[in-house]
C-alpha cells in the first residue's frame, strides 16, 4: 500500500534549521508531484512548498527565501530545508504526493516547534 512517512521534526530555537524528510513507498514516486503542507492549531492546512515532477518548484510567500523543497526520485524521497525558523512555522507538516491520473495521498504528519 502506499505510504508517506515524514521524519526530521522537533523542537529548534528561533533562527535554527530543520531539515525535514518524506519517504514514499508503493507509488512510482517519479511521476508524482510533491507536496509540504502545514497545520497550526486552530488554523486550515496551507502549502508551505511543492515540487513537480519535473523538478519546478512553487513556494508559499510565507516560506521563500528561507524554505527549500528538493527531490531525490532515487531514494523515493522529498526534502524542506528550512532556514531562519520563526515561532509562526510551529505546526504540524504534512507529506502530499498527488497525481491527476493517480490521485493523492498525504503522510501522517510531523511536528515542528519553534521556541525558545
Known amino acids: 500500500q502506499v505510504q508517506l512517512v515524514e521524519s526530521g521534526g522537533g523542537l529548534v530555537q528561533p533562527g535554527g534549521s530543520l531539515r525535514l524528510s518524506c519517504a514514499a513507498s508503493?507509488?512510482?514516486?517519479?511521476?508524482?508531484?510533491m507536496g509540504w503542507y502545514r497545520q497550526a492549531p486552530g488554523k486550515q492546512r496551507e502549502l508551505v512548498a511543492d515540487?513537480?515532477?519535473?523538478?519546478?518548484?512553487n513556494y508559499a510567500d510565507s516560506g521563500k527565501a528561507r524554505f527549500t523543497i528538493s527531490r531525490d526520485n532515487a531514494k523515493n524521497t522529498v526534502y524542506l530545508q528550512m532556514n531562519s525558523l520563526k515561532p509562526e512555522d510551529t505546526a504540524v507538516y504534512y507529506c502530499?504526493?498527488?497525481?491527476?491520473?493517480?490521485?493523492?495521498?498525504w503522510g501522517q504528519g510531523t511536528q515542528v516547534t519553534v521556541s525558545s
Open positions: 515540487i513537480t515532477s519535473g523538478g519546478s518548484t
Open positions: 508503493g507509488i512510482s514516486f517519479s511521476i508524482y508531484a
Open positions: 502530499k504526493a498527488y497525481s491527476s491520473r493517480f490521485g493523492a495521498y
